[in-house]
């Protein structure tokens, strides 16, 4: 499973990645978090509100940050 948290770095962005993480280790799911900080990058996978997540390709959320559990419901679909 590839899992891409998008945003600059911000605070809410660095949340994110931490609560993905975290959610990961919780769910015990085989996947690679990446953080991309390229705003082109995030533009061009039509992004424009972050923070966002992305798992295998598909956008879960953009401008929020989903609570831990949230983000495992999405892991296991």
Do not use: F, Q
């Not at 953080?35 to 972050?50: L, R």
């Amino acid at each position: 499973m590839k899992i891409e948290v998008l945003g600059s770095g911000c605070h809410k962005c660095t949340e994110l990645e931490k609560r993905t993480r975290e959610a990961v280790k919780k769910a015990g799911v085989d996947a690679t978090v990446e953080h991309i900080y390229d705003v082109s990058k995030i533009i061009e996978m039509g992004i424009m509100s972050t923070p966002a997540l992305v798992i295998d390709g598909e956008v879960k959320v953009s401008g929020r940050i989903p609570d831990v559990n949230e983000i495992i419901g999405w892991l296991k679909e």
